[in-house]
């Protein structure tokens, strides 16, 4: 590919990942042609880069390494600086874009101007990528007073503007979870942040995706403090702004149990307080 791309799709892999041949394929199939791909191995895995190289034309391919794994907000946060579009599409390694997506997003972004963000609702898949149900994510305008209460994007059907998202600091790479939803809070402050009604990708829900586990209480610090910044830019009462981040430390706290018993019922390992499973 010769000059800037019109998309860098940004995909962190963690060692073997498991349905990659089917996210590399989607990506290679798109409709929008001007596409690179920026893949940062968070630890050395000859698996995954011999797949990459196999479906990614070699033009379109940038590959990222880190020879141990950091997690995955400072895998994306090393692997944005090496996107060379203005425009990034976040995918992770177990979902499936379909054919249309970048060209659709792009579009979008070209076409408004305001908003930084853009996400759609998703095909929710199984292990055996068969469609179970669509999961319709708020389509409305502006989405940033409705993301005070709970995120309202899911983190690999979005495309985001760079330069956006480096004006406000980027990932927080101390977060080993919820990076996604503190990121939009505090780029809520920068401009617009929406969702296309139409599904533009396949989002697989599967047991190892609870394998993962974060640190609660760092995650409910950053989060309180970008809802309050959110909030003040769109000039929400603060009390407001603690109603509801005590509401989403009760999801939180169920998601985390719910994660637990899943985790048990598989017969992993039980996590150990103040951890929890989340997925990703």
Known sequence: MTGRPLV???MPLAPEAAFLSQALASIRDQTLTGWELVAVLDGACPHNEKLLRRIIPATRLRIVERSAPVGIAAALKDGLRHCRSDLVARMDADDVSLPGRLRRQRDFLL??????????????????????YVRRMCATADLRRRLLLRNQLVHP??????EAVDAVGGY?????????YELWLRLSTAGVLTNLDDPLLEHRVWDDQFSRTVDVAPLVVHILRARRAAAAHLGVPAPLVLGAHAGWRIVQ??????ALRTARTAGRAVLTPPQAAVRR
């Open 8 to 10: 860098s799709v940004l």
């Open 172 to 180: 927080d790479e101390r977060l080993s979870g919820g990076e996604d």
């Open 157 to 162: 059907s979005v495309m985001f503007r760079r």
């Open 111 to 132: 076409g408004n101007p305001a908003v930084v963000a853009v996400g759609s609702s998703v095909h929710i898949i199984d292990e055996r990528g068969r469609r179970r």
């Open 253 to 258: 706290s169920r998601t985390a149990h719910w």
